[in-house]
């Protein structure tokens, strides 16, 4: 499928709904995905290596999700946290959609599946879990990261999946260089060609302390 279907706002075609069968949170489900939308056909290797390496999320508070698709990170985040209030955002309507109807099937009223800009401006997160759209282009990518990281709550973390040979590495190095002194980025994994990076907003008291590294 051509990139520019699932990063336009409004997806050529008419939407065909498929069933899938997939495991989020310790849970066998049946979710609805379409055409026009990030890997329709299955939870992507790279969202699968994040998901598999990353530790379970916050009880509470806001949660994001960068790029949501058709909601395997948003979803997962909201089963594993019933208390938090996930923000799913995507510019691509028809995975909003398939978002909130997944949301809808599983009971869940704690996802809010919207437009970036639609996310109030105030809003801090205690953690953001992404599989970040590496293929919009360089400028893109990086404009999105350095307005939506810096949001991190103080002593928090944000997980962002990078495909080794798309990146991973220059990305890493750039974070280091963009974003404020009291942040950190360290690579907390590797599996099937890809990197967990874990981006971290250091409070007062962990601004000296080491970094410990998963995986």
């Not at 279907?5 to 495991?23: C, D, K, M, Q, W």
């Not at 981006?199 to 008291?205: D, F, I, N």
Request: proline share 8%; charged share 20%.
């Amino acid at each position: 499928m051509s990139p520019e279907h699932y990063f336009s706002s409004t997806p050529a075609g008419e939407p065909v709904l498929r069933t899938i069968s997939v495991r989020l949170a310790g849970r066998d489900l049946e979710l609805t995905t379409a055409n026009g939308i990030f890997s329709p056909e299955r939870v992507d290797t790279g969202t699968q290596v994040l998901l598999g390496s990353t530790p379970a999320p916050p009880p509470g508070g806001d949660l994001l999700d960068i790029g949501c698709g058709w909601g395997p990170i948003a979803l997962t985040l909201a089963l594993e946290s019933p208390r938090a209030t996930v923000w799913a955002i995507d510019v691509n309507e028809r995975a909003l959609d398939m978002v909130r109807r997944n949301a809808a099937s599983l009971g869940l009223d704690n996802i809010n599946a919207c437009h970036p800009e639609d996310v109030p401006a105030d809003t801090r997160f205690r953690t953001i879990w992404s599989n970040p759209p590496i293929r919009v282009g360089k400028n893109e990518l990086h404009a999105m990261l350095e307005h939506w990281l810096p949001r991190l709550d103080l002593a928090s973390d944000a997980w962002l999946v990078v495909q080794r040979n798309l990146g991973s590495d220059s990305l890493h190095r750039w974070l280091q260089g963009a974003l404020p002194d009291d942040f950190t980025v360290t690579r907390a994994t590797t599996g099937k060609g890809y990197r967990v990076l874990r981006v971290r907003h250091r409070s007062g008291t962990d601004l000296t302390a080491p970094i410990d590294i998963i995986g």
